[in-house]
């Protein structure tokens, strides 16, 4: 098989759409182009995201998120990614900027490599997909600038076809919740409640003391016993509950699957998958599973895990850790004709770096500029 066929199969199982084959050439056009010296260069700087609220879930509570921003810079243009760290997930801006030191992208110097570049990083060390997440959206964004097309178009997207986003209300005290709910009310479709603690009954019954919205319940892992968790579903379901993510462990499958057999609600898998391999594993677990872009190491897995999903029966739903305007534009793009969406993480912070998709009637929806569709709101220096 000539290299030129091997790549253009690649770029199939890359793209999936009707638009490969412009993609291929138009990449091959660009590339005759730019000049033989080009380079990739990869920088980066640690940013401190300052929530609005203190966030609370089964396990944690904070009011800061640390993240890392990325900038890979080709040929003039540069694109930007971003890596988000909430402390629970066990990656920090230190192992971050440590991963990306050891990054070395001077064996490729064709930037549409995108396969090869990404496993090239992705084998670098185990685990770190935040960071990985952070060389993967810059890539792509680079990639998308170059091109001059957004990427929910070059991956053939219908942007008619968005879910809305839900809006998290995590675990508090009754006036904190109505506070939270009344404070965003006419703004979206449908809230997004952590549970998972004692207080879930009580939690639901402050929730609907405010609205009357369609809830979906994150548990965290956090129910323990499968009869109690069914039962509690039941009694969700009468609330106005539309879906479960994550009831129990994410390696009890066993259970998990149980609770999915009888649930009257849809179950997400969230924790139980991360990455691509994880995707077949769940089919008979989990009615759907939760793609997000920092457990998965970017969009071109994410976009992999998507389709694998689909063809496996799993509904999909796309989430996101708090983070910019950056990372969720970027899961912006592959967001149109999922099941639910959850990417409300730049609308919990007060000092986002970035303008990108945006709020409109409770969707996340891209814009229409290239790549994953963003401008810098503030100077980053990028070192
Ligand atoms: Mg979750």
């Keep these: 098989m000539t290299t030129q066929r091997r790549n253009f ?44 609220h203190v966030f609370t879930i089964s396990n944690s509570s904070r009011k800061t998120t640390p993240v890392v921003l990325t900038s890979l810079t080709y040929d003039g243009v540069t694109g930007y990614g971003e890596a988000s760290l909430p402390p629970y997930l066990g990656e ?39 960071a990985k997440a952070a ?38 005290t009754d006036d904190m919740i109505r506070t939270k709910v009344k404070e965003v009310e006419g703004q979206f479709n449908i809230l997004k409640v952590k549970l998972g603690t004692a207080d879930d009954k009580r939690i639901i019954k402050a929730v609907r ?21 069914l039962d509690l579903i039941h009694w969700l379901k009468e609330q106005g509950v539309v879906m479960i993510e994550q009831p129990m462990g994410k390696y009890n499958l066993e259970d998990n699957a149980w ?33 997000k872009l920092m457990k998965c190491t970017g969009l071109h897995e994410a976009w992999k895990m998507r389709n694998l999903a689909e063809s496996l029966g799993l509904k999909v739903m796309l989430g996101c850790m708090t983070e910019t305007s950056c990372a969720i534009s970027a899961a912006s793009q592959l967001v149109a004709g999922m099941d639910f969406a959850d990417l409300d993480g730049a609308l919990l912070i007060q000092n986002d770096a970035f303008d990108g998709a945006r709020l409109d009637k409770g969707k996340i929806v891209p814009t229409d500029e290239p790549g994953i569709g963003i401008k810098q709101k503030i100077k980053i220096d990028y070192k």
């Design 9 to 52: 199969i690649k770029s199939i199982a890359l793209l999936g759409g009707a638009t490969i084959i412009d993609f291929n050439l138009k990449a091959q056009s660009i590339m005759r182009k730019t000049s033989a010296n080009s380079k990739l260069q990869l920088r980066w700087a640690p940013y401190d995201l300052q929530m609005k």
């Design 92 to 130: 920090s801006q230190a192992s971050v900027m440590e991963f990306l030191k050891k990054i070395d992208l001077s064996g490729f110097s064709n930037p549409f490599h995108i396969e090869e570049i990404l496993q090239y990083v992705d084998k670098i060390a185990e685990n770190n997909t935040a």
């Design 135 to 172: 060389v993967d959206i810059a890539l792509h964004d680079l990639l998308g600038k170059i091109m001059k097309q957004p990427w929910h178009k070059m991956w053939g997207l219908n942007t008619g076809k968005i879910p809305d986003t839900t809006y998290t209300i995590g675990i508090d």
């Design 209 to 229: 003391s405010a609205t009357q919205l369609p809830i979906a319940i994150d548990a965290n892992q956090g129910w323990k016993d499968k009869h109690e968790a």
């Design 259 to 291: 609770i999915t057999e009888r649930s009257p609600l849809p179950v997400f898998g969230d924790e139980s998958v991360q990455r691509l391999r994880d995707v077949q594993k769940v089919k008979g677990v989990f009615t759907g599973i939760n793609i």
